[in-house]
């Protein structure tokens, strides 16, 4: 294999957290294959799939009933061996004795990282990826397949916690995901018009917190929702529930941790465009020699982002939001 070869194979596999969307990418991944008079294979398991060579030929009626399923047909696992020099030989090893000249991997951050590692050490394999993950905090994209669909799970759960706020008259925290990024809380936070949000970017004024929820004590509104992020600098909603406890205890307080299920369920249609955009995207920058670069979604057009870049840098959140939450939960 070499770089300028063309491409007659195509590998793909999707890696880390699965996120709504990622089986429509598969898909159109495939059948643009299929419309490219290419060989596609799927790989199962990530890269512990294509270190264990969990090939399957694939076809476009093995994506057929799939765009609105969440998950990954595909599987997913995370992979120590792949961090290994033996672990990036065995791989390309793999995908040199499947004639597999082109990958698309479908993931988050760890998962450039692979693929650059692997490129890294054995060039001669191209590979894109496609941006999977319920976190939006890549680099180069406006948004992230999974994201809209996990957001919109958040809103829905929110919106019948607050019903039941409100008769029992309970102040609710409740946890969403977001170690290291906030974009699922900000957004969601504000959607639902939660009291307060807490998220990694910002620091958490505790005192400030039980300052307005005293206000509104003495207001005679005892019930609410503060949105927080996993990775609040407090230690997520359990900890930030038990302090505002112990400075008002005429609060009853609840916690609710959404957790896994932010990742589930059917695909939404700006995920399901998006999934599909980006994997046709996919197919055509490795036909035209593109390589270890990520495809991403600006201002509606599809752009092409270095591998390095999206890995170095990350997303940032938009801090006029940060303040359009502040005004609206006055």
């Known amino acids: 294999m070499s770089e300028t070869s063309p491409i007659r194979k195509i590998g793909v596999l999707t890696s880390g957290g699965d996120a709504p969307g ?12 299929m419309s490219e008079k290419l060989l596609a294979v799927g790989i199962y398991h990530g890269y512990k799939g294509l270190i264990n060579k969990e090939f399957a030929p694939m076809f476009g009626y093995s994506v057929a009933d799939i765009i609105h399923r969440g998950g990954t047909i595909l599987k997913t696992s995370r992979c120590p061996e792949f961090k290994t020099n033996e672990g990036l030989d065995k791989a390309y090893q793999n995908l040199s004795d499947e004639g597999i000249d082109g990958l698309v991997v479908i993931g988050g951050d760890g998962t450039f990282r692979g693929a650059l590692a692997l490129h890294k050490r054995h060039p001669d394999i191209r590979i894109v ?38 008769s029992h008259g309970t102040l609710f925290f409740v946890e969403v995901m977001g170690r290291d990024a906030g974009f699922i809380a900000l957004n969601s936070g504000i959607a639902t018009g939660a009291e307060d949000i807490l998220i990694p970017e910002t620091e958490t004024k505790i005192d400030s917190l039980i300052a307005k929820l005293e206000y509104d004590q003495r207001k005679h509104k005892t019930w609410g929702i503060i949105i927080v992020a996993e990775g609040d600098e ?6 930030v529930a038990e302090m505002v406890k112990e400075k008002l205890p005429g609060y009853e307080t609840r916690v609710t941790i959404l957790g896994h299920v932010q990742r589930g369920g059917s695909p939404s249609c700006n995920d399901r465009v998006l999934a599909t955009r980006l994997g046709y995207a996919g197919v055509k920058a490795l036909l035209e020699g593109e390589d270890c670069v990520m495809m991403g979604m600006m201002n509606d057009k599809v752009v092409h982002v270095p591998f390095e870049k999206a890995t170095k840098n990350h997303q940032q959140i938009d801090k006029s939001l940060i303040e359009v939450a502040k005004i609206m939960a006055l």
Request: glycine share 12%; hydrophobic share 45%; no cysteine.
């Open 129 to 166: 990826g496609l941006p999977g993950t319920i976190d939006n905090d890549l680099f180069g994209t406006d948004f992230t397949i999974g994201y809209d669909t996990a957001i919109n799970t958040v809103v829905q759960a929110v919106d019948k916690i607050r019903d039941t706020a409100g």
């Open 22 to 33: 990622m089986n429509a990418a598969i898909r159109a991944v495939i059948r643009t294959a």
């Open 234 to 239: 407090l230690g997520g909603a359990t900890k």
